[in-house]
């Protein structure tokens, strides 16, 4: 993709994250699998966990950006809904990101250690780690009273951070 193309995807992702977030009450958290309700409005009703959500507004802004502009799944199974922060972590591991250039589109994973995922969340403003901010989807209804999507700092979020990686094609 050139730097424009890259620019719009990135706008159109930023466009679905931050309009989730506004309509965060249409949004139910589930971990079933598939995930389903690819290429819904950000504002439909929909059920999903946090890595169903970054696949899905990696599906919708794809559908939604320019033809030639495509950007895999990060599930990394061709947006069947089949995978989680696990599959995340095996596709995005090689692609790490330099903590001081975090773009939108950037993924982070969490988890108690660096090889036990547990939450993902999209870069939807661009910074560094203490700047940025990530839309997230779908904590774990036990220890969270808010589960619909939501704007967070990396440096709030009481978990170990495993790293923020790019998807590939947005490198």
């Given at each position: 993709?050139?730097?424009?193309?890259?620019?719009?995807?990135?706008?159109?992702?930023?466009?679905?994250m931050?309009?989730?977030?506004?309509?965060r009450?249409?949004?139910?958290?589930?971990?079933?699998?598939?995930?389903?309700?690819?290429?819904?409005?950000?504002?439909?009703?929909?059920?999903?966990?946090?890595?169903?959500?970054?696949?899905?507004?990696?599906?919708w802004?794809?559908?939604?950006?320019?033809?030639?502009?495509h950007?895999?799944?990060?599930l990394?199974?061709?947006?069947?809904?089949?995978?989680?922060?696990?599959?995340?972590?095996?596709?995005?591991?090689?692609?790490?990101?330099?903590?001081?250039?975090?773009?939108?589109?950037?993924?982070?994973?969490?988890?108690?250690?660096d090889?036990?995922?547990?939450?993902?969340?999209?870069?939807?403003?661009?910074?560094?780690?203490?700047?940025?901010?990530?839309?997230?989807?779908?904590?774990q209804?036990?220890?969270?009273?808010?589960?619909?999507?939501?704007s967070?700092?990396?440096?709030?979020?009481?978990?170990?951070?495993?790293?923020?990686?790019?998807?590939?094609?947005?490198?």
């Open positions: 993709m050139t730097p424009t193309q890259k620019s719009k995807w990135r706008e159109k992702a930023r466009f679905y931050k309009t989730a977030e506004a309509y009450l249409n949004r139910g958290y589930s971990q079933r699998r598939r995930v389903l309700g690819y290429g819904l409005s950000p504002k439909a009703d929909q059920l999903d966990d946090c890595s169903g959500y970054d696949s899905k507004v990696v599906f802004t794809n559908s939604n950006t320019p033809s030639g502009i950007v895999s799944d990060p990394n199974d061709r947006f069947s809904g089949i995978g989680n922060t696990e599959s995340i972590q095996a596709y995005l591991d090689p692609h790490h990101v330099a903590h001081g250039r975090i773009q939108i589109g950037d993924i982070a994973l969490w988890g108690p250690n090889w036990d995922t547990s939450h993902t969340a999209m870069c939807s403003k661009a910074g560094t780690m203490k700047t940025a901010e990530f839309s997230s989807h779908g904590h209804s036990w220890r969270y009273k808010n589960d619909a999507p939501e967070i700092l990396i440096p709030y979020f009481p978990e170990h951070l495993i790293g923020v990686f790019r998807l590939p094609e947005l490198a």
